[in-house]
């Protein structure tokens, strides 16, 4: 099997957005695992997962596509990877200062990849060491892992059934969400972390793969707005297929 994501790295330290404040040893993630026909119909172009995380001065982006990647799969050459940034000052509000990474396959599975216009490297990133740049601001691996997302679908489905059953007699507030008691709400989030019997929670991607696209970025190349990010990934293609994915 491959190997998880965070060792895969090495050296290498939607649309939902949340931001991410340079400094502090904070990360994000967003699933988005199984879509429609029109995006699974490429699924080298099915975003399954985001990540952002630091690593001392670094920001790492990282994305994961095609569910349950069989062993051979490969990024389409037909295809943008882009990661979305932007940067601002403080808060939480809206972002400026986009700065695109935006990576590339050619059929022999070398990497294009541009961050925004101040640097670009290509060549083959499916080493465990990555691809560096020559002056070392950007380090960037591309290749089959295992899928580093833990998904409790049996307490999932656990939930699902709770909620169904107890519909007829919930009530809603003005934003249309249920009104749950504390001991109602604090049940279901017990459930979402175990077993339907109480027992420890089964990761129902264990054993799936991906493809993944991970970049360690020096934060200087990526928050000319100010230390507060956002960020989110899409995927891009010649046809008709693409995804979407943020934080």
Same mark, same amino acid.
């Given at each position: ?6 060792? @895969? ?7 939902? *957005? ?8 904070? #990360? ?9 026909? $029109?995006?699974? $119909? ?64 050619? @059929? *022999? ?6 961050? !925004?216009? *101040?640097?670009?490297?290509? !060549? ?7 691809? *560096? ?51 109602? $709400? ?8 175990? @077993? ?40 891009? #293609? ?10």
């Amino acid at each position: 099997m491959p190997m998880r994501l965070r060792p @895969a790295l090495g050296t290498l330290a939607a649309v939902a *957005s949340v931001a991410t404040i340079i400094g502090y040893a904070a #990360s994000a993630l967003s699933a988005d695992h199984q879509d429609g026909p $029109a995006t699974t $119909a490429d699924p080298s172009a099915d975003i399954n997962d985001v990540y952002t995380w630091m690593d001392g001065t670094n920001v790492v982006l990282a994305m994961t596509t095609y569910p349950a990647a069989p062993t051979g799969a490969q990024f389409s050459n037909n295809v943008q990877y882009v990661f979305h940034t932007g940067s601002a000052a403080a808060g939480l509000g809206a972002t400026t200062d986009p700065v695109d990474v935006i990576a590339t396959f050619d @059929a *022999s599975q070398n990497i294009h990849l541009w961050v !925004g216009t *101040s640097e670009y490297l290509t !060549g083959n990133a499916s080493a465990t060491t990555g691809l *560096s740049s020559t002056d070392g601001m950007v380090k960037v691996f591309a290749g089959l892992r295992a899928d580093p997302f833990f998904f409790n679908l049996a307490g999932f489905k656990q939930v699902a059934l709770d909620v169904q059953a107890a519909a007829g007699g919930l009530t809603f507030n003005e934003a249309g969400c249920p009104n749950l008691g504390a001991t109602t $709400a604090g049940a279901l989030v017990a459930q979402l972390g175990t @077993a339907p019997d109480g027992g420890v929670a089964v990761n129902h991607f264990a054993t799936f793969n991906g493809l993944a696209i991970v970049v360690s970025i020096n934060k200087t190349l990526l928050t000319k707005g100010g230390a507060v990010m956002s960020v989110w990934g899409g995927t891009y #293609s010649t046809g008709t297929v693409g995804d979407a994915g943020g934080q």
